[in-house]
Structures are given as structure tokens and as C-alpha cells.
């Protein structure tokens, strides 16, 4: 036996997991063996093991039985509960998580990993106990499971998965029920002496950070055929054994953390595969010692002698769920050049990863890097490319083996990007992969970049690089990125200094030019964004790719962006116009320059209007984080930052440095802050008021109508101590199915809020949607602006309660920049029954950042 602990001791902890009293569960134990569920044994020594079958069987007993003495038919009832199944259209029970990001016509749920079909509710939470206890399917679980609901009014039981259901995140509840001749048990039967009692019939939620807790002290058999272990298949079995490997190494846990996270791209990957996708497999492309296969898209109509760009994916990905994430046929689409996309095998790396850290694998005439080669020769000579604009690009593992083809054959290519990878030659070897991705690798710059010059007998120039990489990034320490642009400069004989630096979409990017002015290197740092790549999905002309594991919607296209810095695009678009030009027009006039310091960050914390929240930083996950705010507030009366036009005016003459941070001694004329004086002497005047000073009166007023506020169903709560801060908050509150009303019931506030040019939306909320009648009842939350959903939270057959206030930061509204909008606050519940379906809503700290506030708040 492995793992785990003998049935006694089992159920000791269990009672601690659970915050039951261990006499309970010692109760139940002795009710399942003279129920004759179990056989009987000796306690202490000699204890039978407790194995998930067991283990499920007194969990159930716990989480179903309203009372002690109901445990075994508890048992006998849940145990046997049969999957549903799902009506037409596809009604499962699910939660829903913001506004759509892809097409009405977007993909489906994302298939699971975990498999349990034609399993029983016991046989079910049994199978997925043993994948929590195995080492190697922990992750896995971790990663896809939400967790498990069992209602005790009535004989019904859910698992429930994290997923992605048409471009948003969900958790998918797989129901299980009745099966045709079962009986409910007796509690619930009038027929057998069934009484209702309403405070013992609620539902139970076992989230899966606990059911692993619960699965690790159950004892496997050492028997490692149970067709349990193997129902993943072949690539988890893979993923196992990087998991066994990494699990020896100093930074096991963040590998562990890591392969949970690649499970989802893995099923999103093989969802986008099950699809048509817009790619062709190509043959016989030549020895293709590196054992890849060749995918390529090229657009109808393509002109004579056309770039072309290599795409490398990341780890578990494929060639065609990339080419969805990042957009790259869509901007090959528009300006005319094709694509080839290089795809692994499984059976090359157990996850699906160049390996990029093997020595076979990342030399030239060798391994991947020759199978890659020898694709863009078949490219070449089949379409009638431009050999003089071939440019390679890739993310992760997809990033590391683009240094590699950049060094190794550096004649080939005229450009490439880097996304979250990492420098040529920094590994050789799994292990010391692991410590560059982990932890980074640090040398000199003549030192990186002789490595790459001993890759290959060139003599040329060099090909210019982008480099793009998250700044929250755990998965590839982002130190990688400066040790990449090391490397780089030394090969183009560069100062580590930048020539440039500027603010491109809110990101930091840096330029290094060469002698003739042309920009030989960027670098952008994406703030607050974690593994992946940078994405701003849409159907603007500078927008593509959809939003995904490891694709991240922050506001900016580093396919578009990259695309243009290799001169792939016929036309600028006038959101890219060079900051140069734009601070060319600022000096021509102050007025101008004044303009461009308009706007600011309008804070309504309920109906107060709160400045330099200290809480306002992004604290959002998930796969769309998005940048820092780079915008903090600063006292702007009706929007206006004085500060700033002052600077820019005082820039504008050649007075003060450009682009600076307010009261800095270093940049400010003779070292004094001459915007910052006139700024403190008219806020000493009077002149200038805080804009905290004229929320005061309005939150005192303790009204909606004074806060701005307009509509029905909310209200304003004042100094209440469960507000996020103490303070003020909104809470708002709509039901269905009670006292006669069924059908769509919606409560909402709204105020007008006039945004400026790059606008932004954070709050923080609290939320019970209880829509946990059947599969076509709801409940729902929602911000809308004009109208149109930006953030959304529903509920559809499910309960879901957020017993902790959640941040959601930096919500994207530049679709509505330099508008009037307005901003509204929705709950709505939706009942087909008369049973009571409600949504509540507790909201603080809203806060539009570079809003010009219309009315007082």
C-alpha cells in the first residue's frame, strides 16, 4: 500500500477537515458497518486501510444525511445517483464569469481532462479521491475540478469543473439525479414518514482545495493497473512522469503549480484541434531529423514574393489552438504573407515543448532547428516567398526555440519576437531549464552573445529581435527578457542602454537604434500581466487572436505590434503613430500638450468618491490581467490634472523633462518642482479642492440621488462595517419566484460618467446568486455601460456565493473613450417556478480611471 492512512485514523482527520466533531464521524463509521456498507475491523492496529472507496462512501454519509442516524441510506441513495442528462440546447448547470470575448458563434465548453463517464455519483467522487491522492494526476484535478454540491432537500448531487464556455470562464456543473426506479430516500419520501424540515435540507459545497486534503490521506494499492489512474490517457501519463522528475528538483512546487496551469491549455488546445482550423498539414518536406509536423496558412490572393513568418507554439499547445489565441492569420489575412507553423509531438517531449534545453535540439544542422529549416525551404519554393522577409516568432518553449533558430541560422531570418522566453545556450539539460525559467540565468552581454556567435559560421548583420514579457510572470522569471536583450545588443555592437523609451497602450517600451536611426531591438514589459502573451482581442483593424490559457486580453496585440516592427504592415493605423510625431505636435502648441494631461481616476466607493485608494492596484487573475494603473489619482477637479498641464506646458517650452513622475526632485528645473509649488499654492488657496473634500457632503447626504445615482432596487448602505473598508456601500437586491412573481426580474442603478481618452473600470464586489432551483433558472450580476455588458457574473441552474470581496481591475473601456456614458449596476434573478431564485450584490471602491466626472459624488 502507498499513501494514506488506515480507516480509523481516517476518519479522525476527515472530522477535521470537515469542522465535524470526531464522535460524529466514529458514529457514522458504526452505522455503515452494522448498515453492512463495509466490514467490520479492528481499530488501532491492523485497521483496514482506508481506501476512495471508502473514503467516498463516509463523505457522502457526512455531506447528505441531515441527521446522524440517516448515514446509511444517505449512502445508498447519493452512492447511486445516475448523471443527468443534458437537455437540448445544452441547459447544464454553469456560472459564467464576464462578457463574452470571442464571435456569437465562439466554440463550446472546452472538454474536460477528467473523464467519468457512466459513473455513478459515489463511483464518481471515489475515481476522482484516487486521481487526488496520485502524485502525478493531482495536478490535474487541482486545476479542473471546482469542486463538489450535494443538496440534502432533495436527492441531487453535482461535480462541478472549471472550464471556458464560448470565450468565458465558467464552472460547468456535471448534475447527477434519480434514476428511473430509485427511490428518494426516506427523509424526503411523505410515503415512508418523510417530514420537511428546512433548516437540515440545505445544500452542502465541498470545494477541491479540501477534497485533496481528503484524497491524501486515502491508502492506493500498490497495484498501479486500476483503469482509474489511466483514464487520462496517454499524455497525462507523460505529464506524470515530468511531474515524478521535477518533484526531485529544487523547485518541484513551482513545476507542480506549472503543470497544473498547462492542463488547461492542454484542453483548450485539444477543443481548438477537435475544431476546423485554418491550417494545412504539409509532407515530405525533407529528412526532418527533429521529428516535427509542418502546418501553414497562406492567404487567397497572395501577392508575388511575400514575407513570411514562422510561429512556434508553447507547451501542450498545438500550431492551429495558437494560430486561434494570437490572431497571426488574421493579420496575415490583411497585409498579405504567409505562415508556417512547426507543431511537436507528444512523443518528441511529454508536454508537448521544443526542447529547446536538449543540446541535439538547439544546435545548428541538428534535431528541431533543422526540421525547421527545412520547412521554410519547402515554404519558400512552394509559394515563391521573399527569402530576404522570413521572420520566426513563439511564446514559451515556442520563444526559447526561436533565440534558438535566430542563432542558429541567423542568415535565414530577417527579424524575430521573443514572447516569455529565454536567452540562447542559458540550459543544457532539463535541470538547468529548470533553474533559467525558475529562477534565470545571468552573464555578461560579451558573454551571451559569443555563445550565439559560436552557433553558426555567420559573418552578416544580425536579425533585429522584439522582445515582449509579463512582469507578473511565474512561470518564466522575466529576468530572462533583460538577459535576452543582453545578449543582443552585444550581437549588434549596442549600448545596454536604450535609445528610446516610451508608453505604447500603457505598457513601458524600450528601443535600441543602430548607427543609421533604424530600430534594431525593442522591448516591451507588459505590467501586471502573467505568463503568455500580450492580446487585445476584437475587430478593429489593430486588434486579433482570441482570449485563452496563456493568451492574456490586456489591452495590447503583440501580433499586430511585432508585425509592424518587422514592416509587415502596409499602413500604420493612427493609434501607432510614433510617440516622436505626437510630441513633435505637443511643442507646436501648449494648449495641445495641456490636452493631453486631461483625464484622471474618478473613485465612487459606494456614494463616496474616494482619491488615492492604496487598494486600487490590479489584484485580478485569470487569463485577462490586465496593466497596473499607471494613473493614479492626483486630486483633478472635474477631471482636470492642474499638475499636468503645468508639466506639459512647462515641457512644451524646454523647461522640464517630458514624461516624468510628479515632485521629483531630479528632473525638475535647478532640482525645485516649480508645477508642484503653483499646484500646493492654489490648492492652499482654495483655488484648487480635493475631490475626497466634495465627496464628503455627498455621502453624508446619504442619498443615491446625491451620490449620481438613479434607478431602483439598490441602496445606499452608510457606515457599515461589512463594506470592503468600513464606509459606504451599494447593494442591490432582485428575486424571482416568490409571492407570485415568476419570469425576469431586473434591479438597477445608473449614473453618467463623461470618460477620457484611455478609461478604465475597477471595483470590488461581494456576490449570492442562488439560481439552484433547476436547470433553467438564474441569477445574475452585471456592469454595463450604455447599454453594452463589460463586466457579468451568472448563474444559470447553480448557487455561487463569494464569501470574500473580490477586485476586478482594470476592466478595458476605451470603446467608449471620450464619450458621455453611462454606467449601470444590474442584478436579476429569473424563476420558472414558484420557488424563490435571488441575486444580491454588494459593491465598493468603483473607481473610472481618466474619467471627467459629470456630477458631484
Excluded at 447 to 460: I, T, Y
Aim: glycine share 10%; aromatic share 6%; hydrophobic share 40%.
Amino acid at each position: 500500500m502507498v499513501n494514506g492512512l488506515a480507516r480509523y485514523d481516517f476518519s479522525e482527520r476527515l472530522a477535521d477537515i470537515l469542522g465535524e466533531s470526531r464522535r460524529d464521524l466514529r458514529f457514522r463509521v458504526t452505522l455503515m458497518v452494522t448498515g453492512g456498507l463495509m466490514l467490520p475491523g479492528p481499530r488501532g492496529r491492523g485497521s483496514p486501510p482506508a481506501t476512495p472507496e471508502y473514503a467516498a462512501q463516509l463523505l457522502i454519509g457526512t455531506m447528505a444525511a441531515p441527521q446522524q442516524s440517516q448515514t446509511v441510506e444517505a449512502i445508498s441513495c447519493y452512492a447511486g445517483l445516475q448523471p443527468t442528462v443534458v437537455a437540448a440546447g445544452d441547459n447544464s448547470p454553469r456560472v459564467l464569469f464576464g462578457p463574452a470575448v470571442t464571435a456569437a458563434n465562439a466554440e463550446q465548453c472546452a472538454t474536460s481532462s477528467i473523464r467519468l463517464e457512466g459513473l455513478s455519483f459515489g463511483e464518481a467522487l471515489a475515481a476522482l479521491l484516487q486521481l487526488a491522492c496520485a502524485e502525478e494526476t493531482r495536478p490535474i484535478v487541482a486545476s479542473e475540478l471546482f469542486g463538489v454540491w450535494i443538496n440534502r432537500g432533495c436527492p441531487v448531487a453535482s461535480l462541478q469543473f472549471s472550464s471556458w464556455w464560448q470565450g468565458r470562464r465558467a464552472v460547468i456543473s456535471h448534475t447527477y439525479g434519480l434514476g428511473p426506479d430509485a427511490a428518494p430516500p426516506a427523509w424526503l419520501d411523505p410515503q415512508r414518514g418523510g417530514v420537511v424540515a428546512p433548516g437540515l435540507f440545505h445544500s452542502v459545497f465541498l470545494p477541491v482545495r479540501k477534497l485533496i486534503e481528503i484524497g491524501l490521506l486515502t491508502t492506493l494499492s500498490d497495484d498501479r493497473s486500476n483503469p482509474m489512474l489511466n483514464k487520462l490517457g496517454h499524455k497525462v501519463a507523460a505529464i506524470a512522469k515530468m511531474a515524478k522528475l521535477a518533484a526531485k528538483t529544487p523547485h518541484g512546487s513551482r513545476w507542480e503549480k506549472l503543470l497544473s496551469a498547462l492542463t488547461a491549455v492542454q484542453a483548450w488546445s485539444e477543443q481548438v484541434d477537435s475544431q476546423e482550423n485554418r491550417l494545412r498539414e504539409v509532407t515530405n518536406f525533407g529528412s526532418n531529423p527533429g521529428e516535427l509536423r509542418m502546418y501553414s496558412y497562406v492567404p487567397e490572393r497572395l501577392p508575388a514574393n511575400a514575407p513570411l513568418v514562422v510561429v512556434l507554439h508553447g507547451c501542450t499547445q498545438s500550431a492551429a489552438s495558437y494560430n486561434k489565441g494570437s490572431g497571426w492569420s488574421t493579420v496575415a489575412d490583411r497585409y498579405g504573407f504567409a505562415l508556417l507553423l512547426p507543431q511537436q509531438n507528444w512523443n518528441n517531449n511529454p508536454l508537448r515543448c521544443f526542447n529547446w534545453f536538449k543540446p541535439e535540439d538547439n544546435e545548428r544542422e541538428k534535431g528541431e532547428p533543422l526540421s525547421i529549416r527545412q520547412m521554410v525551404d519547402r515554404m519558400v519554393a512552394d509559394h515563391g516567398l521573399d527569402r530576404r522577409r522570413v521572420y520566426v516568432t513563439g511564446t514559451s518553449s515556442g520563444g526559447a526555440m526561436t533565440t534558438i533558430m535566430l542563432a542558429t541560422y541567423p542568415e535565414v531570418f530577417a527579424g524575430g519576437a521573443v514572447l516569455a522566453g529565454v536567452p540562447y545556450r542559458t540550459a543544457r539539460g532539463l535541470q538547468e531549464g529548470l533553474e533559467s525559467i525558475f529562477q534565470g540565468r545571468s552573464r555578461s552581454a560579451r558573454e551571451w552573445g559569443e555563445l550565439v556567435r559560436a552557433a553558426s559560421p555567420h559573418q552578416g548583420s544580425w536579425p533585429k529581435l522584439s522582445v515582449w514579457h509579463g512582469d507578473a510572470d511565474t512561470t518564466v522569471k522575466p529576468v530572462n527578457a533583460d538577459e535576452i536583450i543582453k545578449q543582443w545588443t552585444d550581437l549588434h555592437g549596442l549600448d545596454l542602454q536604450p535609445t528610446v523609451q516610451m508608453t505604447v497602450d500603457g505598457y513601458p517600451r524600450r528601443v535600441w537604434q543602430g548607427p543609421d536611426g533604424d530600430e534594431l531591438i525593442e522591448s516591451y514589459t507588459v505590467t501586471g500581466m502573467s505568463h503568455g502573451a500580450a492580446l487585445d482581442p476584437g475587430a478593429e483593424p489593430h486588434q486579433c487572436g482570441t482570449a485563452a490559457p496563456f493568451f492574456n486580453a490586456v489591452g495590447i496585440s503583440s501580433t499586430h505590434r511585432i508585425a509592424d516592427f518587422w514592416g509587415l504592415l502596409a499602413e500604420r493605423p493612427a493609434s501607432a503613430k510614433e510617440p516622436a510625431a505626437a510630441e513633435q505636435a505637443g511643442r507646436s502648441a501648449a494648449s495641445a500638450a495641456a490636452a493631453e494631461s486631461i483625464g484622471g481616476a474618478n473613485r465612487f466607493s459606494g456614494g463616496e468618491r474616494v482619491v488615492n485608494d492604496e487598494n486600487a492596484a490590479d489584484a485580478g487573475q485569470g487569463y485577462a490581467s490586465g496593466p497596473k494603473d499607471q494613473r493614479a489619482a492626483t486630486n483633478r477637479p472635474f477631471g482636470l490634472d492642474v499638475h499636468g498641464i503645468i508639466s506639459a506646458s512647462l515641457a512644451a517650452a524646454g523647461l522640464l523633462k517630458a514624461g516624468r513622475s510628479r515632485r521629483t526632485d531630479s528632473t525638475a528645473p535647478l532640482g525645485i518642482d516649480v508645477p508642484g509649488i503653483i499646484s500646493t499654492a492654489l490648492e492652499a488657496a482654495g483655488v484648487l479642492k480635493g475631490v475626497g473634500q466634495r465627496a464628503g457632503s455627498a455621502a453624508s447626504a446619504g442619498s443615491l440621488k446625491a451620490a449620481g445615482w438613479e434607478g431602483s432596487g439598490w441602496e445606499l448602505l452608510l457606515d457599515d462595517p461589512r463594506a470592503f473598508r468600513g464606509g459606504s456601500m451599494l447593494h442591490g437586491h432582485a428575486s424571482s419566484g416568490d409571492r407570485g412573481a415568476l419570469g425576469a426580474r431586473a434591479q438597477s442603478i445608473s449614473r453618467q460618467v463623461k470618460l477620457g481618452p484611455q478609461p478604465e473600470l475597477s471595483y470590488v464586489r461581494r456576490l449570492d446568486l442562488s439560481a439552484g432551483v433547476n436547470d433553467y433558472t438564474s441569477a445574475s450580476f452585471r456592469v454595463l455601460i450604455d447599454g453594452q455588458v463589460v463586466d457579468e457574473v451568472t448563474a444559470l441552474g447553480m448557487v455561487h456565493q463569494e464569501t470574500e470581496w473580490l477586485r476586478q481591475s482594470a476592466i478595458d473601456l476605451s470603446r467608449f473613450a471620450n464619450r458621455t456614458v453611462t454606467l449601470t449596476l444590474e442584478v436579476a434573478a429569473c424563476s420558472n417556478i414558484y420557488s424563490t431564485v435571488h441575486a444580491k450584490a454588494w459593491v465598493d471602491q468603483i473607481t473610472v480611471h481618466n474619467a471627467v466626472d459629470l456630477a458631484h459624488c
